[in-house]
């Protein structure tokens, strides 16, 4: 399609809302940590229209043919290629207020705007960034070589405005609508750690319009709309259920209830504040927390400390390993009737096909087996080659409630005992932070291309989940202490989908 007969431009502004932590790397580490994020010309976290236009059109991809994709988003191809026709926007960040900063804050106007208390918090993270520390487990329980990194983000809850502009030959584009969808589609992931319960966006508002720029009237009305992203005049509300239903695969959602104690990751603060603590000293391990941003009817935020973190990668890596665990029992793999140099192939949970299937691998890791159909095109077998998982693990945030901490949050001592004396070692006390019996929302997005994974997989899997929930596979830290056991509560739907897979329980 020629651009130059596209007489009519839709538009569309919207506010992307992190359910999650989001991470948009720069590209490179800066010196000091290895994933610093990406900021705008006032040291503000934002979205790059790169970003969200390689995302939107790979998910576009995933539901048409590549001709289709070419014809929207533009390629090239040697001397061939075509623009694309939509034109998106960088997103950027919202005060507290909900509204979105733009252009370059300057003179006192500017440093007044900065001390925003939702913005002032952002801009002090280029100095003290909020960092979320990752480390790859072997099979044994202990880190890989090489697999502990950092990853720099921006707390869940911030708010982003946005547009994008579509176009097109006539007012009734069929793509448009098909377009704003993928906007609300829940595989939308923006950033780094998608597969580890990073980047998830949801779409709080949504406005758009179409502009037949041959008509005086519309070319009126487009030369009267704002620049200002907060402000929507000329543009109607999309009615977002009449958007076309996009191909998610399935949503898992669990509820895991805590059978007595847990404490997932390391945190550096008590959920305790300082008061609470003057009478003891901070306990030596804590849970890992983190602050989120939380919105009120009236469209004001507020940044709230109270919320004790379940990252997404602390329950796919136990999941992913129990999946290898799984899926050796039901092909018959057993160590003990293995030579010693087939059993170091199966090494590491990250060799096993069922995992690759599910999970992913990189290309920077070569398995020691050789690459199955699934894992590369066959013109690629014998190089290296790496593909993103097709199962989504949310974050989860645990709300503490202040009038009820002493209830939600327990303190144990632990010490060591002399075998021979029968007394504590020396310097071998120490003090452990835990939550009690406080629930854990679960959510897992299946991807559509899980329904063609080999159903051996897809078994492994419904079983480790199955573990999961009657208390077999414990998650954080504890579990040889009976810490980390939950018994979890799948919905309606998620009960159908491990039946399907045929697992079951009471």
């Given at each position: ?135 790859r487990l072997s099979h044994r329980g202990v ?72 008509q005086a009237a519309d070319r009126t009305l ?285």
């Amino acid at each position: 399609m020629n651009r130059l007969d596209c007489a009519v431009v839709h538009i569309a502004r919207f506010t992307f809302q992190a359910r999650s932590a989001l991470s948009i790397g720069t590209g490179g580490a800066d010196g000091v940590f290895d994933h610093p994020i990406v900021r705008d010309a006032n040291g503000l976290p934002c979205i790059p229209g790169t970003s969200l236009a390689g995302v939107l059109r790979h998910l576009w991809r995933q539901d048409h043919d590549l001709a289709s994709t070419n014809a929207l988003f533009g390629f090239q191809q040697g001397q061939d290629g075509a623009g694309s026709r939509l034109e998106v926007a960088t997103a950027v960040l919202q005060d507290s207020q909900g509204h979105p900063v733009q252009g370059l804050l300057l003179g006192a106007a500017g440093e007044y705007r900065l001390r925003d208390p939702v913005l002032g918090p952002a801009l002090t993270t280029r100095e003290d960034p909020n960092i979320r520390d990752r480390v790859r487990l072997s099979h044994r329980g202990v880190a890989q070589d090489t697999g502990k990194f950092d990853r720099g983000l921006l707390l869940a809850g911030y708010r982003f405005s946005g547009e994008i502009r579509l176009w097109s030959p006539t007012t009734d584009d069929p793509d448009w609508p098909q377009v704003l969808a993928l906007l609300s589609d829940p595989r939308m992931r923006l950033g780094g750690g998608t597969r580890a319960g990073l980047g998830a966006m949801a779409l709080p508002q949504l406005s758009a319009g179409s502009f037949d720029l041959r008509q005086a009237a519309d070319r009126t009305l487009f030369a009267a709309l704002s620049t200002d992203l907060s402000l929507t005049q000329g543009l109607t509300h999309f009615p977002m259920a009449s958007s076309p239903a996009p191909a998610v695969g399935d949503i898992l959602s669990i509820t895991l209830d805590p059978r007595d104690f847990w404490r997932i990751g390391q945190g550096s603060r008590s959920l305790r504040s300082t008061a609470q603590l003057a009478q003891g000293k901070v306990p030596d391990l804590l849970p890992k927390q983190e602050a989120v941003v939380i919105w009120d009817d009236q469209g004001h935020a507020r940044i709230s400390r109270r919320f004790a973190l379940v990252p997404g990668s602390a329950v796919k890596g136990a999941l992913a390993h129990r999946t290898a665990y799984h899926w050796n029992l039901l092909a018959g793999q057993f160590a003990e009737e293995m030579p010693a140099d087939t059993f170091a192939a199966w090494d590491k949970s990250d060799h096993c096909p069922g995992v690759r299937a599910l999970f992913g691998h990189a290309k920077d890791r070569a398995p020691h087996l050789p690459e199955t159909a699934q894992d590369s095109e066959p013109s690629d077998v014998g190089a290296p080659v790496g593909r993103a998982g097709l199962v989504l693990v949310d974050d989860a945030y645990v709300a503490i409630d202040p009038a009820r901490l002493e209830e939600q949050v327990q303190t144990l001592i632990h010490n060591s005992i002399d075998r021979f004396t029968g007394g504590v070692r020396k310097r071998m006390l120490f003090t452990e932070e835990l939550i009690y019996r406080q629930p854990i929302q679960l959510r897992i997005t299946l991807l559509p291309a899980v329904a063609q994974a080999e159903p051996r997989a897809r078994r492994a899997f419904a079983r480790a989940l199955g573990d999961l929930c009657t208390g077999r596979l414990a998650l954080g830290a504890g579990a040889t202490k009976g810490h980390g056991s939950f018994q979890g509560q799948p919905d309606e739907h998620t009960r159908a989908w491990l039946a399907a897979q045929g697992e079951t329980w009471a």
